[in-house]
């Protein structure tokens, strides 16, 4: 059952939370996804035949928690992960992050205010409103999405992304590629070579800031996409999650 919390900022978020022995887990979804997706049900199932603590949880403006998804941004959502974190997670965590969810990581981990075991990173997309769409945009085109406040690109899912003006804006104030990150612990890389959504050399890319962190595995998964979420991908996943805990 779908728990919610109100915030101190006045949102409600939804929430699904298992207890558990050993190290936790916290799952970080994508843009415009939400907490009941196939891998983050997957995950729970495991870590709950296995003792971990786990959570997953819907940003605001996404699935079933409170607010607007097209008046939030980056921001918003890192305040509700950690909010999050905050109130329901407790001692050393690994932290998994799909596409969007892998900038939500690397945000995290470079705050310093959690005990964080390791990182898994799936089709990570980290300063993608900069890195993936701003910079890809002619002059023209930029000029008049600096107009009209607003962009439409083509998804594999079932609507078209809205990407607000805003949102490029505030990934300025959050970027994790920017500059080298020292972590001692596991930092895991999962990415399709078909992905056509977030190129897989961004997770190469990712790599490389890790400074003096030994042990950064990138997988590639040939023939994979940008979901990962076949079976075959799903057990790669867990089997990621066993080499971290």
Same mark, same amino acid.
């Given at each position: ?42 995950? &729970? ?48 965590? /690994? ?23 390791? /990182? ?14 701003? $910079? ?43 500059? $080298? ?12 070579? $078909? ?12 790599? &490389? ?29 867990? $089997?990621? /999650?066993?080499?971290?805990?």
């Amino acid at each position: 059952m779908t728990n919610f919390v109100k915030t101190n900022y006045n949102q409600t978020i939804a929430y699904n939370k298992i207890e558990g022995k050993k190290t936790g887990i916290v799952f970080f979804g994508g843009f415009k996804s939400d907490m009941s997706g196939q891998k983050a049900l997957e995950i &729970e199932s495991w870590a709950k035949n296995n003792q971990h603590p786990y959570l997953r949880f819907d940003y605001s403006g996404h699935g079933e928690s409170s607010g607007k998804f097209e008046d939030l941004v980056f921001s918003d959502w890192l305040k509700d992960s950690i909010f999050m974190m905050n109130h329901f997670t407790s001692g050393p965590q /690994i932290l998994i992050g799909s596409s969007m969810g892998g900038w939500m990581i690397l945000a995290i981990l470079k705050l310093k205010i959690f005990e964080i075991n390791s /990182i898994i990173g799936i089709a990570s997309a980290p300063d993608f409103p900069n890195k993936l769409i701003w $910079k890809g945009l002619s002059f023209t085109q930029k000029k008049e999405f600096a107009t009209t406040k607003k962009l439409m690109l083509p998804s594999d899912y079932d609507e078209d992304y809205y990407i607000s003006y805003k949102l490029v804006k505030d990934s300025y104030k959050n970027l994790t590629m920017n500059k $080298k990150i020292k972590f001692d612990g596991n930092v895991l890389l999962y990415h399709g070579m $078909k992905d056509e959504s977030v190129p897989y050399k961004v997770s190469l890319e990712i790599a &490389e800031i890790f400074d003096n962190c030994k042990n950064v595995k990138v997988i590639l998964e040939k023939n994979g996409a940008h979901r990962l979420s076949e079976d075959n991908e799903i057990k790669t996943i867990i $089997k990621l /999650i066993e080499l971290s805990v």
